[in-house]
């Protein structure tokens, strides 16, 4: 059996679809409310990073380990979840972590290396996925850039190799459904990387609009977004991100998620237009 954590959320409900498609039949979706999982159309047990029960995990095999979305408790978080999946038996852990997780300067990175190494600690069969940037990331960003009319950040002209979304669900879903991928790290991103002026030209091109991207510093954007109602540590990180991804963070020249899906990853233009509607 093939478990899921954070199922309902945004990469675990894509992902749950991929694996469907594939064939993998005996699938269990593992979220903190079952009745939210109704849809998914595979059964669904209480699962709570907080406070993981083993006894949740029976008959698990191979454990999709999805990283948790609350910044600063993930690793005590994955750590717990480990911690039951050993005690219920299961054999394979497959992460979600970031890429090139053990030299990135972004803030996100300290507890996926914890994580990491947790793993490796485990005795477990282990594959992790360095997950770079989600190009819905800063898609999210496109209402805001059309009501305003311009697009605004502080990653300058950093080269972001993003992906998106269902690419990084459907590298996931081979990596569970497939052989010879215990013990390995892939470092995955999009084929091709552009900058924030490059998708604001992409966002002016497909509305017909004239979008420019304006370049804040660190600390002006995250004023920013502190007015559009972000908590100033939340607005601070995701400033940070952007400053990270000025100096190259979110840039990488490998095709290693394009090999694994066998297909090119999802294009800027292609999540524009899907943005957009």
Known sequence: MIAVTGATGQLGRILVAKLKEKGAGDLLALVRSPQKAADLGVPARAFDYDSPDAAALAGVETLMLISGSELGQRERQHKAVIAAAKEAGVKRIVYTSLLRADSS???????????????????????????????????????AALEHGAFVGAAGEGRISSASRADYAEAAAVVLTGAGHEGRTYELSGDAAYTLADLAAELSAQTGKTIPYVNMTVEEYAKVLEGAGFPAPVAAAYAGFDGAAAAGALHDEGKTLSELISRPTTTLAQSVRLALG
């Not at 190494?117 to 992790?128: H, N, R």
Request: aromatic share 8%; glycine share 6%.
């Open 105 to 143: 300067p972004l803030s996100l990175a300290p507890e996926h290396v914890a994580t990491e190494a947790a793993l490796k600690d485990s005795g477990l069969a282990v594959t992790i996925l360095r997950n770079g940037w989600y190009t819905e990331n800063y898609l999210a960003s496109v209402p």
